[in-house]
């Protein structure tokens, strides 16, 4: 294909700069090559501010453009609806009727051979569905002829399409120079009428982007920030009743739209097989009985798979009578390939360059996104993304208006649901194994000195019983071991086989992994390296709990100082108070079981547990006494690390989430846990109480969290739940 430069790349037949990169050249001349590498800096902390939470490395953009044409593109976009238009047509064909099968255009070997063809969705009948909506294709440009080829075929996911949709915003900030020298096609009239079609088909609900397995999260965001869609993961979905299911707090929604960012294999687990939690069960039922849309279609891949590639030409002109405007190409290398300026520390580097451009079918009608993304690679192996500009001549109509009778308050952006339960669930469980790994690295760190330097004072044997009895509870230990004359030997070997705090650091970065997306960017980075300073192998290194203890501390901090104290954080908040309680009812119904004058050896190691000291010399000078060290450890609703104090918090959190009757319930557990520190401070209560109330919280708190499970999160189990016709 021709524009109408007559050759490709940054210099035209005559050895001119083109007419598209002049103003770009210019630019670089003004602004030179050390400025344009602080702007690419300057672009990089842009970029990585403005990635999605959860998201990962964000892709390294470059501040110079890759300039085209109207009137160029104009040429390509029309090369790219015939193309989009016949891919999907064939689509329809190889998943219906099957006439390129029968007519021998395509082999059935090379068919069915590809990973993405999805033979349960093959001849149904009754499908309606819409197999191809976004379209994204690879072009090369041959500098000798100015004509571009296709390199690849994006038909499963239009990878990059958000990007392509945010990119300029970003550039725009780093070089205002050149915004202010052309007039570039607006992008615009494309995202809105995308905007309207995508919420007209959701017919009121929730638009779910599904993202899972190997998809790019920061692009599903970046996407879903421009449509107003929910980012999900099959987890978040189930199928009953014949229709697809939102797991919210609230309940179930209805879902009857979702865009496609997971791969095809396995999305349905109950057809395909696979792991429940990695796909949707019934999902193609769904999509057979037309009750819900997929954009695109699970196998929608399979024209993407280099088998096929060789017969599309053929199929097309079979059809068609004549060759496609766009026809593949190898990939180029050495001069055969186009160079574009990119900024480099002290001067311009050129690099091969691709360029990807973006269709989408709205209803019926294939638009194309003006722009795109460039991907450069340097010569020492390093691809930076360049935004792509369609500059307007003046001569070519852009169908720059926006939608007609347009409304406002779609375009506003996202319809808002309830926070999805998985998340909900993520971030209740890394609150609980948070501080799980708090008071295993707090309860190692307390009982190691004492086995490896143990005495025979009555003592400190009775301490040995006690911890060892903790460590049992808390399952550092297995059942087995027991008593006060457990060698530190035996201790060591037993930590660093069954690796406790391994498994525990292990869920704690999953967790986080789960529930990045509500993390910035600045949080995830505090608590990774403090995460990341807990040596290897922690479970008998007494370095390592202490680096346990540090991690914790940032955690905490983190979420104290820059999580929001609504939406999920308040789930995280609820598991910390859950954990805790449970925790210290336990170890404090170990620590405190004696009569209340010989409560040492236990009081002084619950204090010690509890980093108490201080605080008690504070509220009471003079030695430790057992009553008022108990009502610290118990009933002081100002003290953090005291049973009350748990409680109480677990009561606010749970009134925000309206769970009103638990809250009610954690209160009423609070008061009883002050009631008796008063009770024993009137020498009105003895030891059997003090066991009796805290086996009694703890009960009550396990009660209380099965409450919290059957109410926001058991209804639709994360193996997905399938309705009674399933099977």
């Not at 990119?342 to 580097?349: K, P, Q, S």
């Not at 008071?439 to 760190?445: I, P, V």
């Not at 008796?676 to 020498?683: N, P, Q, T, Y």
Request: a negative charge.
């Amino acid at each position: 294909m021709h524009g109408r430069d007559a050759i490709g790349g940054l210099i035209d037949a005559k050895g001119h700069i083109r007419t598209a990169w002049r103003p770009v050249v210019d630019a670089m001349q003004v602004i030179g090559a050390s400025e344009f590498a602080a702007r690419a800096a300057a672009l990089d902390r842009r970029t990585r501010f403005d990635q999605p939470s959860g998201a990962g490395t964000a892709p390294r953009l470059d501040p110079i453009p890759v300039p085209l044409m109207d009137y160029e593109f104009a040429a390509l976009a029309a090369g790219l609806v015939e193309r989009a238009t016949f891919l999907g047509t064939l689509l329809d064909d190889i998943y219906g009727a099957q006439t390129s099968i029968a007519d021998d255009l395509i082999p059935v070997s090379a068919l069915f051979g590809a990973p993405d063809f999805v033979r349960q969705l093959a001849r149904q009948p009754g499908f309606r569905g819409q197999r191809l909506s976004f379209y994204a294709v690879d072009l090369v440009r041959d500098p000798a002829t100015g004509r571009f080829g296709v390199l690849r075929d994006h038909t499963d996911q239009a990878r990059g399409l958000g990007l392509a949709m945010s990119i300029r915003r970003s550039v725009a900030e780093v070089m205002p120079e050149l915004f202010g020298k052309v007039t570039l096609a607006s992008q615009r009239p494309v995202i809105e009428s995308l905007q309207d079609w995508l919420h007209d088909e959701a017919r009121g609900g929730p638009i779910g982007l599904i993202a899972g397995g190997d998809a790019d999260f920061a692009d599903a965001r970046l996407l879903a920030r421009q449509i107003g869609a929910l980012v999900l993961r099959p987890d978040d979905l189930s199928c009953a009743g014949g229709t697809l299911r939102l797991r919210t707090l609230a309940g179930s929604l209805p879902v009857s739209l979702l865009l496609r960012m997971a791969p095809s294999g396995g999305i349905d687990p109950l057809e395909q097989g696979g792991a429940p939690a990695h796909g949707i069960a019934g999902l193609f039922r769904v999509l057979r009985s037309n009750s819900g849309t997929m954009l695109n279609t699970p196998g929608s891949g399979v024209l993407g798979d280099d088998r096929l590639r060789p017969f599309l030409d053929m199929v097309y002109e079979r059809w068609h009578g004549t060759l496609p405007q766009l026809r593949p190409v190898a990939p180029p290398s050495g001069l055969d390939a186009e160079q574009a300026p990119v900024a480099g520390t002290a001067t311009f580097d050129f690099a091969t360059i691709s360029h990807r451009l973006f269709a989408i079918r709205i209803g019926a009608v294939w638009r194309v996104l003006p722009g795109g993304l460039g991907f450069a690679r340097r010569a020492d192996g390093q691809e930076v993304v360049k935004d792509i500009w369609v500059i307007d001549s003046g001569e070519t109509d852009h169908g720059t208006a926006s939608p007609p009778n347009r409304s406002v308050v779609r375009a506003a952006g996202r319809i808002a649901t309830e926070l999805p339960s998985r998340l909900a669930d993520d971030l209740l469980w890394l609150g609980r194994m948070v501080e799980r790994l708090d008071a295993a690295a707090r309860l190692l760190r307390l009982a190691l000195p004492r086995f490896i330097d143990a005495s025979s004072l009555p003592h400190e044997v009775a301490q040995r019983a006690m911890l060892a009895s903790c460590l049992i509870k808390a399952r550092l230990l297995p059942d087995e071991t027991t008593g006060p004359f457990l060698s530190a030997r035996r201790l060591h070997q037993t930590l660093d086989k069954e690796r406790p705090l391994s498994e525990l650091i292990g869920e704690v970065r999953r967790l986080l992994d789960h529930c990045g997306e509500r993390f910035s960017i600045s949080m995830r980075e505090l608590v990774h390296a403090a995460l990341d300073r807990i040596p290897s192998h922690p479970d008998s290194d007494p370095a390592a709990h202490t680096a346990c203890l540090g991690f914790v501390a940032v955690f905490n901090g983190v979420i104290a100082e820059d999580a929001s104290r609504s939406g999920g954080f308040v789930f995280l908040e609820i598991g910390r108070r859950l954990e805790r309680a449970e925790a210290l009812a336990e170890t404090l119904g170990i620590l405190l079981d004696g009569t209340v004058d010989r409560l040492d050896p236990g009081l002084s190691l619950a204090i010690e547990l509890a980093d108490a000291q201080l605080s008690y010399e504070f509220l009471h000078a003079g030695p430790i006494s057992p009553i008022p060290a108990i009502e610290l450890l118990i009933g002081a609703v100002d003290y953090p690390r005291s049973l009350a104090f748990q409680l109480d918090a677990l009561g606010v959190a749970l009134r925000r989430i309206g769970a009103e009757d638990q809250a009610v319930s954690a209160s009423r557990l609070t008061r009883g846990l002050q009631g008796l520190a008063l009770s024993l401070a009137k020498g009105r209560g003895g030891p059997e109480a003090i066991g009796t109330q805290l086996e009694a919280t703890h009960a009550a708190v396990e009660a209380l969290a099965a409450e919290l499970v059957a109410r926001y999160f058991a209804p639709i189990p994360p193996a997905h739940r399938m309705d009674a016709e399933a099977g």
